[in-house]
């Protein structure tokens, strides 16, 4: 989740310029830890995931996506890493991959690896038959 959800925050951030991001989440007393470089927690990581729908409310047009994406991987979070298996999960990954793909985030290896196994140990847990 760390690694996910800093690649999306930090290419808003650069894009948005001066800080803006960055700025926004102190403003809603998001803060990165100092040991970690000023990246955020898992804590922190799911305010910031959690409030994608305050983010997009202070977002220009042509950011908007990045809110919508920290939205899809919420929905991912909440569907596939809960204490049960929403029916609609692999719905929730589609779209968060579609989002990737229409910001021009590449999939990296981190994101496959992220995704992918994760339907994996979804399907290890939760008996699912067919996961793609």
């Given at each position: 989740?760390?690694?996910?959800?800093?690649?999306?925050?930090?290419?808003?951030?650069?894009?948005?310029?001066?800080?803006?991001?960055?700025?926004?989440?102190?403003?809603?007393?998001?803060?990165?830890?100092?040991?970690?470089?000023?990246?955020?927690?898992?804590?922190?990581?799911?305010?910031?995931?959690?409030?994608?729908?305050?983010?997009?409310?202070?977002?220009?047009?042509?950011?908007?996506?990045?809110?919508?994406a920290r939205e899809l991987f919420n929905s991912v979070m909440k569907s596939c890493f809960s204490e049960t298996l929403d029916p609609n999960y692999k719905k929730a990954v589609f779209n968060f991959e579609k989002a990737c793909r229409k910001l021009g985030i590449p999939l990296s290896q981190k994101?496959?690896?992220y995704l992918y196994p994760s339907l994996n140990s979804v399907k290890k847990k939760f008996g699912a038959r067919t996961l793609l």
């Open positions: 989740m760390l690694g996910v959800t800093h690649h999306i925050f930090n290419k808003l951030n650069d894009l948005w310029g001066n800080n803006s991001a960055i700025k926004w989440a102190q403003g809603q007393s998001i803060v990165g830890a100092q040991y970690r470089g000023g990246g955020f927690e898992g804590n922190q990581c799911k305010q910031l995931l959690g409030k994608a729908g305050q983010l997009a409310d202070n977002l220009p047009p042509e950011l908007q996506n990045y809110a919508l994101f496959t690896v």
